[in-house]
């Protein structure tokens, strides 16, 4: 009973690193700024209100067919006012196509990928989904690694010679 505590205390610690939001059903959205300089783009939905806020916009042609602009910077907010998370973003790029915006970004310090996509047509936004999930942290991995060890040295080793055969 003590090695399946310990073994479930473990696996749920390494799984504390991971980050999984998405907004659900389009329910809302809202939009300020320009779709060729800088951005706020917020969009509530059935599970999560997100909120994204790119840094400065600037044309890069080699990224993509369609007009593309690279940002650095900006900020990713889950909830009101950022309660549930709040993250500075290193930067991402966007692509729009005909009032269709696809953004795509990477947290800061984290191995997370963040993917928006949006209709922004005469001035409303009638169209959204969020979504952004991290792998596990190396931390986590580390921690599995100890729960497994843990496991194996708390395993009874009667009855087993050195090969590990039964005599």
């Known amino acids: 009973m003590k090695t399946l505590l310990a073994t479930l205390l473990l696996s749920t610690l390494a799984l504390a690193g991971t980050v999984n939001y998405q ?4 329910e809302s959205g809202t939009f300020s ?5 800088q951005f706020t783009i917020g969009i509530l939905g059935s599970l999560n209100q997100i909120t994204i806020e790119t840094g400065t916009l600037f044309p890069d042609p080699t990224a993509c067919p369609a007009p593309c602009y690279a ?7 889950v909830g009101p006012n950022g ?22 970004a990477q947290l800061n310090n984290m191995d997370v990928g963040l993917v928006n996509g949006f209709r922004y047509r ?46």
Not at 23 to 26: H, L, P
Not at 141 to 166: K, Q, S
């Open 23 to 26: 907004t659900g059903t389009f």
């Open 33 to 37: 700024g320009s779709l060729t300089s």
């Open 71 to 77: 940002f650095s910077g900006g900020m990713v907010e």
């Open 83 to 104: 309660d549930i998370f709040k993250r500075r973003l290193d930067g991402g790029l966007a692509s729009i196509i005909n009032g269709d915006v696809f953004l795509s």
């Open 122 to 167: 005469n001035g409303q936004v009638s169209l959204g989904y969020v979504q952004f999930q991290s792998l596990p942290e190396p931390k986590a991995f580390l921690l599995l690694g100890m729960g497994m060890a843990l496991l194996l040295a708390m395993r009874p080793w009667r009855g087993l010679n050195m090969r590990g055969f039964d005599d």
